[in-house]
Nanobody, 116 residues
Framework: QVQVVESGGGLVQHGGSLTLSCVTSGFTLDYHTIGWFRQAPGKEREGVGCISSSDNRTNYVGSVRGRLTISRDNAKNTAYLQMNNLKPEDTAVYYC?????????WGPGTQVTVSS
C-alpha cells in the first residue's frame, strides 16, 4: 500500500527556516519524480517545485526560487523541502505529491505558519 506522509511544519518567524520531510512507503522511490505543493487559506493549491528521478534535477516556482530547496534520499524513501528566508506569504499547508503511473498520491499535508 502506497503511503505518503509529510512532517516538519510549524510556526516560524519571518526570515526563519524549516525543513519538511516526505516519507514514502509501498514503492521504490528511486524511479519517481517528487513534487511539493502548497495551499494557502482561501487560495488554490499551487506547485512549489519538483525533483526528477533520473538526475535529481529540480524546478521551482518563481516566488520560491533561491529560498526553497528540494532534495531526496532514496535509501530512506524520503524527500525534503528546505525552506529559508521564509515570508508570511509562505504560510500554507504543504503537500508532497507522488505521481505513480496512472495514479497519484498526496500526503495529508503539514502546516507552515510564518509570523510577521
Amino acid at each position: 500500500q502506497v503511503q505518503v506522509v509529510e512532517s516538519g511544519g510549524g510556526l516560524v518567524q519571518h526570515g526563519g527556516s524549516l525543513t519538511l520531510s516526505c516519507v514514502t512507503s509501498g514503492f521504490t522511490l528511486d524511479y519517481h519524480t517528487i513534487g511539493w505543493f502548497r495551499q494557502a487559506p482561501g487560495k488554490e493549491r499551487e506547485g512549489v517545485g519538483c525533483i526528477s528521478s533520473s538526475d535529481n534535477r529540480t524546478n521551482y516556482v518563481g516566488s520560491v526560487r533561491g529560498r526553497l530547496t528540494i532534495s531526496r534520499d532514496n535509501a530512506k524513501n524520503t524527500a525534503y523541502l528546505q525552506m529559508n528566508n521564509l515570508k508570511p506569504e509562505d504560510t500554507a499547508v504543504y503537500y508532497c505529491y507522488m505521481p505513480l503511473g496512472v495514479n497519484e498520491y498526496w500526503g495529508p499535508g503539514t502546516q507552515v505558519t510564518v509570523s510577521s
